[in-house]
């Protein structure tokens, strides 16, 4: 599985901004290349085909602009990943998670089943559509949602509709809320919103750790959920919950568990945990789920013990919160450092001089070799509406790269990041950061410098541009309602913002490429001298 993900409350956060951020990692041995487009109106379907799942659903004739990451090759669908649409919501669709065997029995996935037979004969079955999936979710969703709860009713919707055929975790969010939604089987979901003072980190497991009935079927404040889903759980004898026991003369009666709150199998209210009953917790979530969601908290909250044998989460821990406070306000470049990061400072660094041999290659590190971007979508409340999403984005593999700023308002994106090409060249960002990754990893002390300058750099840039477009914004007396006065000046700021990283990323692939020919097995020192 692939993907991981942080999501950080406006009161988390260090300028009040609702950020969601996730890394889209392909499978496995596979390298999907990346681009940043806008999506006008005309140019959204009426009616959705699925590549995948071959799945068709009318759509709604009101669709608005919308900016995304999508994958370059049209192979599985249009996967748009992470994005932004006029209103101010943002979407980072899907972060792969898993639910148990139990579940997938009371609600199997929805599978595409191909047909069977010729038409005619009397044995022939006709095809049978799957549901929707990662490469769809977007699509349908973000081009509707006026508010974050919106694209929540509408996701679910569509998932008991159509049903999915995968596991999944979908991040919506707008200036004042964020909302996870995570699959539950093939029509069910559970969503929680993110409290406004703490940040979630979701590292490919199911990971809501605590949801409430009462409120889901009730006001709705914090969570939502599928219609059914109490008596789904009790139906299906789901909840694993013992219970506190009660002493009774000499003896002790537990209660019945999570049914027994409500008194009657199929009126199960009140707060209990889907991790346990929907979850997986498998000797596998610990090489390679666990111990990113260790290694995130742990920097956000580095007062706590998370290092001696008597620390009380360890990168194997099936128990580390979903959400929690952060000890500081969380930062873009916390954002840019932990879903580049690799264990620094412990023993599970790969590229670290502690620990073992084994010890560096025990985990999955967050960065890895087959990440196809990352993208921190932040919603800011202090600037009108106009211009309040920021996409900060990077291609290619993490450690080797950073995140760089792109308004999300626009009918058009840079040339540099919109015509990534199907294969290897040096005039997109996604190729160059791709190449600069596979030079320098073999070279990580010789290169490191020059990177670490070069993401320096682009940060400060960055924030720098933000701010001077934003005084732009306001100096033009643009408003809230000004969305389609305003994208002339988002994408001369965005042209900026690709020359910039043009410029430099051309030069840190020179350094690299320099450093590391000199470091050639094949190396000799000796010149040849003609006289």
């Keep these: 599985?692939?993907?991981?993900?942080?999501?950080?409350?406006?009161?988390?956060?260090?300028?009040?901004?609702?950020?969601?951020?996730?890394?889209?990692?392909?499978?496995?041995?596979?390298?999907d290349p990346k681009r940043l487009i806008a999506v006008h109106p005309d140019d959204q379907p009426c009616h959705y085909v699925s590549v995948l799942s071959h799945v068709e659903i009318d759509l709604p004739d009101n669709p608005c602009r919308y900016t995304i990451a999508p994958n370059v090759l049209h192979n599985r669908g249009v996967l748009a990943e992470a994005g932004a649409n006029e209103h101010n919501v943002a979407m980072s669709a899907t972060e792969t998670i898993a639910v148990n065997e139990r579940v997938l029995a009371a609600d199997p996935m929805v599978e595409l089943q191909p047909a069977q037979g010729e038409p005619g004969?009397?044995?022939?079955?006709?095809?049978?559509?799957?549901?929707?999936?990662?490469?769809?979710?977007?699509?349908?969703?973000?081009?509707?949602?006026?508010?974050?709860?919106?694209?929540?009713?509408?996701?679910?919707?569509?998932?008991?509709?159509?049903?999915?055929?995968?596991?999944?975790?979908?991040?919506?969010?707008?200036?004042?809320?964020?909302?996870?939604?995570?699959?539950?089987?093939?029509?069910?979901?559970i969503a929680r919103r993110v409290p406004d003072d703490c940040y979630a980190t979701i590292p490919n497991q199911l990971g809501i750790d605590d949801f409430d009935l009462t409120d889901a079927f009730g006001k709705q404040r914090e969570y939502m959920c599928s219609a059914d889903l109490r008596e789904f759980i009790a139906e299906h004898h789901l909840d694993r919950t013992m219970g506190s026991p009660a002493v009774s003369g000499d003896r002790h009666s537990h209660s019945a568990g999570f049914g027994a709150v409500a008194g009657t199998s199929a009126g199960v209210t009140g707060n209990f945990n889907p991790r346990k009953v929907f979850g997986t917790a498998t000797p596998k979530d610990h090489i390679y789920n666990t111990p990113r969601a260790w290694y995130m908290?742990?920097?956000?909250?580095?007062?706590?013990?998370?290092?001696?044998?008597?620390a009380r989460y360890t990168p194997e821990s099936d128990d580390i919160p979903w959400c929690?406070?952060?000890?500081?306000?969380?930062?873009?470049?916390?954002?840019?450092?932990?879903?580049?990061?690799?264990?620094?400072?412990?023993?599970?660094d790969p590229y670290g001089t502690t620990g073992t041999a084994e010890s560096r290659h025990r985990y999955r590190?967050?960065?890895?070799?087959?990440?196809?971007?990352?993208?921190?979508?932040?919603?800011?409340?202090?600037?009108?509406?106009?211009?309040?999403?920021?996409?900060?984005?990077?291609?290619?593999?993490?450690?080797?790269?950073?995140?760089?700023?792109?308004?999300?308002?626009?009918?058009?994106?840079?040339?540099?990041?919109?015509?990534?090409?199907?294969?290897?060249?040096?005039?997109?960002?996604?190729?160059?950061?791709?190449l600069i990754a596979v030079i320098a990893d073999a070279h990580w002390f010789e290169t490191r410098n020059a990177i670490e300058h070069y993401a320096e750099l682009v940060r400060?840039?960055?924030?720098?541009?933000?701010?001077?477009?934003?005084?732009?914004?306001?100096?033009?007396?643009?408003?809230?309602?000004?969305?389609?006065?305003?994208?002339?000046?988002?994408?001369?700021?965005n042209e900026r913002t690709a020359d910039y990283l043009r410029e430099h990323t051309a030069k840190l692939l020179d350094s690299v490429?320099?450093?590391?020919?000199?470091?050639?097995?094949n190396s000799f020192a000796m010149s040849d001298r003609w006289v």
């Design 365 to 434: 590190p967050i960065g890895v070799n087959r990440t196809g971007h990352m993208v921190a979508i932040q919603l800011r409340p202090y600037v009108p509406a106009c211009s309040r999403a920021v996409m900060w984005v990077s291609f290619g593999s993490g450690p080797f790269t950073t995140i760089a700023p792109l308004y999300a308002n626009v009918d058009d994106t840079p040339a540099y990041l919109r015509d990534t090409t199907p294969t290897v060249s040096t005039g997109n960002l996604y190729w160059e950061n791709r």
């Design 324 to 348: 929690r406070v952060p000890e500081d306000k969380v930062t873009l470049e916390d954002v840019d450092f932990l879903l580049s990061s690799h264990f620094e400072g412990t023993p599970y």
């Design 460 to 493: 400060a840039f960055g924030h720098h541009l933000v701010e001077q477009t934003d005084a732009q914004v306001a100096e033009g007396g643009y408003g809230d309602e000004d969305v389609r006065a305003v994208p002339s000046v988002l994408e001369a700021a």
């Design 1 to 31: 599985m692939s993907c991981t993900t942080i999501l950080i409350g406006k009161n988390a956060s260090y300028d009040g901004s609702t950020i969601i951020a996730r890394d889209d990692d392909s499978g496995s041995g596979r390298y």
């Design 121 to 189: 004969d009397d044995d022939y079955r006709p095809e049978q559509p799957g549901g929707i999936g990662e490469e769809d979710i977007i699509t349908l969703v973000l081009p509707y949602a006026t508010t974050a709860r919106e694209g929540v009713v509408r996701l679910g919707e569509l998932l008991e509709t159509y049903g999915t055929y995968e596991s999944n975790g979908v991040i919506i969010s707008d200036v004042d809320e964020i909302w996870y939604v995570e699959t539950i089987g093939g029509h069910h979901w």
């Design 297 to 310: 908290q742990r920097h956000l909250n580095p007062g706590e013990d998370w290092d001696s044998p008597a």
């Design 513 to 521: 490429l320099y450093t590391s020919s000199n470091l050639m097995h």
